[in-house]
């Protein structure tokens, strides 16, 4: 069965850092788009950021400059890196991924069970 397995979510201080890491548990045939996604509470979830298989980068404006979001595909692992943190950051942040788990199967997109991150003020 796959699974995204979401790490580094935590508590840190306004100015702080945190990077958060997301691997894919279990076999897949190709893995496309992989990205961050966050949800505060009592909001909708968002777009942090994205990349594509080959590398391409897209950010949501409120965290352009602060979050860099990079993978490794040899590890099938995608990580945020976030930097300069402020309180309206705090979120369940969600990892996902566009995967096709064989060959004939068409990409589905597959959702981590979130990772708390807390930023105090």
């Known amino acids: 069965q796959v699974q995204l397995v979401e790490s580094g979510g935590g508590l840190v201080q306004a100015g702080g850092s945190l990077r958060l890491s997301c691997a894919v548990s279990?076999?897949?045939?190709?893995?496309?788009?992989m990205g961050w996604y966050r949800q505060a509470p009592g909001k909708q979830r968002e777009l942090v950021a994205d990349?594509?298989?080959?590398?391409?980068?897209n950010y949501a404006d409120s965290v352009k400059g602060r979050f860099t979001i990079s993978r490794d595909n040899g590890k099938n692992t995608v990580y945020l890196q976030m930097n300069s943190l402020k309180p309206e950051d705090t979120a369940v942040y969600y990892c996902?991924?566009?995967?096709?788990?064989?060959?004939?199967?068409?990409?589905?997109?597959?959702w981590g069970k979130g990772t708390l991150v807390t930023v105090s003020s």
């Open positions: 996902n991924a566009e995967m096709a788990v064989t060959m004939y199967g068409y990409a589905m997109d597959y």
């Open positions: 990349i594509t298989s080959g590398g391409s980068t």
């Open positions: 279990g076999s897949v045939f190709s893995i496309n788009a």
